[in-house]
Structure formats: structure tokens, C-alpha cells
């Protein structure tokens, strides 16, 4: 065995991928001592280099696993990797996650940087600790290419949680756990312009495209591991049609022992009413995310039927506000809406709409937060190769860009949290048009303040 004692350490401020967690019990199970800290506190870089010290000490791994799955992130993922070197040269150091996996051949050459596994990492991370090296989803810096023939699907079975009384690094860390992600399953089959999940992106960084959902079985049993860790089960959620209902594969994975639980769906298309009514019976609190490619229904609409854009389809404002109906209905549910500013082909009149479907969506009191982030760049999204086409400029297109804006988040004074990062904006070339948009988003803003400051419910975040 090359390497008995592995931590597993996020980039991100706050909680990492709950990926670092099923990768360590997949090593526990192997019988390698695996430690991951899921919750990262640390706003400097004093406060960084004296947690990864006290990580060192405590843990006292040969190899370290770094994530880099988001590319906000990318500058302080590097900036572990060298403070773990400067602490103690000897650590190997093997970077993953989409972003490593998708930018390889640009940080394998880093220093610091010893492995990068591309894609799915249980079978590769294993390979290494065992061997030092693995067939497959492992390159260093003699790699000539990228092999990704582990992909993992509906059959991996052998990828599921287990000893968390022994993988988090201290009980601080637990404490610290507000809520844990479980995957009912991976990928996507659309191809969103602007999303750096969507279908292309994960051929080329997972070597599949496919999405898969998880046997019932497993999942029963992550949820069954995770409930005694957090309070809150969050659930990144489509289902493709085919041997199951969404409503049956709910039915059966939760069961009457999570009746104490919350639970987050981000759903990435409207669910059915049978469904939000079975979710409220399930847990004690529910929070249901749709995901809205604009509040304006004209603009959806145009976004949706532009093949170019591969936009997943939009619901109508009737379908979104008979769900807020439903929502209102229910004793023990909230809704949030997430949605995109700036979007391509936008018109005055999609502004006005945007206005009125806001107005209209406050007075529900089970409204929670309208999360209006504003378009940006992302590694992958097919809109880093036709902005142009839609009379718009990236702030970001390459590695060397992307690493620019996570700098940007790295120098703060304080790293900022989610809502506060620095994005790589998409803008509008025409000047005016950026302007009522800026001025639309602060209208808007405006009237869900009103409702926050009325009601102490809802937030909104550039
Ligand atoms: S935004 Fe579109 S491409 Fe991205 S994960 Fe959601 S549905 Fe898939």
C-alpha cells in the first residue's frame, strides 16, 4: 500500500462536494484510513495555512486529495496545494473535481500539483493509494493524454456512504454539517448555453454524457448514513423517463425514518403536483427550487425555442403560478426561484415582464428567496463559443481567464462566501441595453427587498 493515511480537503469556502465524502468511505472500505473535512471556515489565508497545519498534524497523510470542482475556486485550491507543500514536502498531492478534471493539462504543471484524477474518482483514488499510479482517470506530469475510461453508471454499486463516524476529521466538522447533498443520481442530458454541468461539458470531463439515476437501494442507504449527520437532505433533481415514476422512486426511497428531516429540491424542470404533495407527507420541511432561464415568460419562451441554445423547457407563468398555489397550500413548504439576468435576446418588454411576474410572485407568503444571479462565464457552456453571434462579450473564455476571477475571490480581504464571489459576467455589447438591465435588476430588487424587509423572508444575490 503506497499510501494508508489520505485526507480529503475542499477549495471552497463553507461546505465542500459531498463527493469528498463518498470518496473517503469508498477508501474506508478498502481499508485505507481516509479523513475528509467537509466544512471549510477559513476566510484568510492565515486562517487557511494554519487550518491545513492543523489538518496535517492531526491526520498525518502521505497523500492529500484537493477538489477543484467549481472555478471560483481554482486560485485557493492552488493555494492549498502549495501550503501543503511548504508544510510538508513529502505529501503527495492529487487534485480532482469537474474543474481539475476539465483544465488538467493546464494545472498538472503546477509545482505543487503531483496527480489530477479526471472524472469519476473512486476506482482511480483507490488505484493510487494502492499502487501509486492507476490504469485509468490518473495523469501526472508525464501524462501525453487523458484517459477516462472509469465512468461510473447505474451499476456502481460499490459507490455509497459509510463509516461517517470515522472520515470527518473532527467533531467540529460535524457540527458544522447543515446539510448534506445524497445523489439520487449524475448528469445531464441537456445542453444549456450557459451551464457548465450540461451534457457536453461532462463528456468531456467525466468521458460520458449519459445520465444515470442510482438504484433505490443505495440511495436508501446514503440517506440512512446521512440522517444522523444533518438536519437538512439537499437533492439535485430530473428524472428521465423510464423503468419508474418520479413519483414511485420517491415513494420508495424515503422512508418514514426521515419524517424529521428537511429536505432541498433543486429541480431543474417544474415537478408534478402528486409530487410536491408526496415530498410534504415525506420530510418536515420542504423547500422546492425551480429554475427559471428568465422571470419574463416571452423571454423563456424565445430562449427555449432557439435550437442553438439548447435550452431545457421553460414553463409557462400559469404552470409556475399553479405551483405556487400548490405550495401555498401545503402547511409545511416553501418555493425558491432561481433565475438568470442577462440573458440573450432579451427586449424591453421581457424587463417589464420580469417586473410583473415578481410583484405577482411576493405575495405568496411561501415564497422563500429569488436567487437573480446575473449570466457568466462557465468552463464548458456552450455560450463561451457563440456569444458573439448573440452581440454579447465574455469576461472569461479561457484557463488563464478563469483563473484571473478566482485570484479575484482569493485576494479579498475576507474569501467570500456563495452570493459574494466574483463571476466572469457575460454583457450585452449595446450599451443601452445594459443599462435597462442593470436598472430592471435594481427595480427588482427593490420589490423583493420590500418583501424581505415586510415578511424577513427572501434574499436576492448578483
Ligand atoms: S442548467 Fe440545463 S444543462 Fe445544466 S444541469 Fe440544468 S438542465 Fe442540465
Known amino acids: 500500500m503506497m499510501h494508508k493515511r489520505v485526507l480529503l480537503v475542499g477549495s471552497t469556502?463553507?461546505?465542500a462536494t459531498s463527493g469528498l465524502l463518498y470518496l473517503a468511505s469508498y477508501l474506508r472500505r478498502a481499508g485505507i484510513e481516509a479523513y475528509c473535512q467537509l466544512n471549510d471556515t477559513n476566510v484568510n489565508k492565515a486562517l487557511l495555512k494554519n487550518n491545513i497545519?492543523?489538518?496535517?498534524?492531526?491526520?498525518?497523510?502521505?497523500?492529500?486529495?484537493?477538489?477543484?470542482?467549481?472555478?471560483?475556486?481554482?486560485?485557493?485550491g492552488l493555494e492549498i496545494c502549495k501550503i501543503i507543500k511548504e508544510l510538508s514536502p513529502d505529501t503527495k498531492i492529487v487534485l480532482g473535481g469537474n474543474t481539475a478534471s476539465y483544465y488538467w493539462e493546464k494545472l498538472i504543471v503546477y509545482p505543487d500539483v503531483d496527480y489530477i484524477i479526471l472524472g469519476d474518482g473512486e476506482a482511480p483514488l483507490l488505484n493510487l493509494c494502492k499502487t501509486g499510479s492507476s490504469p485509468s482517470n490518473l495523469v501526472d506530469i508525464d501524462s501525453e493524454y487523458g484517459d477516462?475510461?472509469?465512468?461510473?453508471?447505474?451499476?456502481?454499486?460499490?459507490?455509497?456512504?459509510?463509516?461517517?463516524?470515522?472520515?470527518?476529521?473532527?467533531?467540529?466538522?460535524?457540527?458544522?454539517?447543515?446539510?448534506?447533498?445524497?445523489?439520487?443520481?449524475?448528469?445531464?442530458?441537456?445542453?444549456?448555453?450557459?451551464?457548465?454541468?450540461?451534457?457536453t461539458a461532462m463528456n468531456r470531463t467525466f468521458g460520458a454524457s449519459k445520465p444515470f439515476f442510482r438504484d433505490t437501494e443505495i440511495v436508501k442507504n446514503d440517506l440512512h448514513e446521512a440522517k444522523a449527520y444533518t438536519k437538512k437532505i439537499l437533492f439535485d433533481f430530473d428524472f428521465e423517463p423510464g423503468k419508474m415514476s418520479q413519483l414511485d422512486y420517491f415513494d420508495e426511497i424515503f422512508s418514514d425514518e426521515l419524517k424529521q428531516l428537511s429536505a432541498y429540491f433543486y429541480f431543474w424542470k417544474l415537478p408534478q403536483p402528486a409530487t410536491v404533495n408526496l415530498l410534504?407527507?415525506?420530510?418536515?420541511?420542504?423547500?422546492?427550487?425551480?429554475?427559471?432561464?428568465?422571470?419574463?415568460?416571452?423571454?423563456?419562451?424565445?430562449?427555449?425555442?432557439?435550437?442553438d441554445l439548447g435550452v431545457k423547457p421553460q414553463p409557462k407563468d400559469k404552470e409556475i403560478i399553479e405551483l405556487f398555489e400548490l405550495v401555498e397550500n401545503q402547511t409545511n413548504a416553501t418555493l425558491d426561484v432561481n433565475t438568470i439576468l442577462g440573458?440573450?435576446?432579451?427586449?424591453?418588454?421581457?424587463?417589464?415582464?420580469?417586473?410583473?411576474?415578481?410583484?405577482?410572485?411576493?405575495?405568496?407568503?411561501?415564497l422563500g428567496e429569488i436567487q437573480w444571479g446575473r449570466l457568466h462565464a462557465q468552463p464548458g457552456a456552450p455560450i463561451l463559443e457563440k456569444c458573439e453571434k448573440y452581440d454579447m462579450k465574455l469576461l472569461a473564455r479561457t484557463f488563464e481567464d478563469f483563473l484571473k476571477f478566482s485570484r479575484f475571490n482569493l485576494d479579498m480581504e475576507e474569501y467570500p462566501d456563495w452570493r459574494n464571489l466574483k463571476y466572469p459576467y457575460i454583457l450585452y455589447n449595446d450599451a443601452k441595453l445594459f443599462a435597462a438591465t442593470l436598472m430592471n435588476y435594481q427595480e427588482v430588487n427593490g420589490i423583493l427587498k420590500k418583501r424581505v424587509l415586510e415578511k424577513d423572508r427572501g434574499m436576492l444575490h448578483t
Not at 460499490?158 to 460535524?174: K, Q, R
Not at 442530458?189 to 457548465?196: A, I, L, P, T
Open 343 to 366: 440573458m440573450p435576446m432579451v427586449t424591453m418588454q421581457d424587463l417589464d415582464e420580469n417586473r410583473n411576474l415578481a410583484e405577482k410572485l411576493i405575495n405568496y407568503k411561501m
Open 53 to 76: 497545519e492543523r489538518l496535517l498534524t492531526r491526520v498525518d497523510p502521505s497523500l492529500v486529495g484537493v477538489s477543484i470542482k467549481w472555478f471560483p475556486h481554482i486560485a485557493r
Open 13 to 15: 469556502l463553507g461546505s
Open 148 to 199: 477516462i475510461s472509469y465512468i461510473e453508471n447505474e451499476k456502481s454499486t460499490d459507490v455509497y456512504l459509510s463509516h461517517l463516524n470515522e472520515i470527518f476529521v473532527d467533531d467540529d466538522d460535524i457540527k458544522r454539517c447543515n446539510n448534506i447533498f445524497v445523489y439520487t443520481g449524475k448528469r445531464c442530458n441537456s445542453n444549456c448555453f450557459y451551464c457548465g454541468g450540461c451534457a
Open 280 to 307: 410534504a407527507q415525506k420530510f418536515s420541511n420542504l423547500t422546492i427550487s425551480i429554475d427559471l432561464a428568465s422571470l419574463s415568460e416571452g423571454h423563456r419562451m424565445r430562449l427555449q425555442s432557439t435550437p
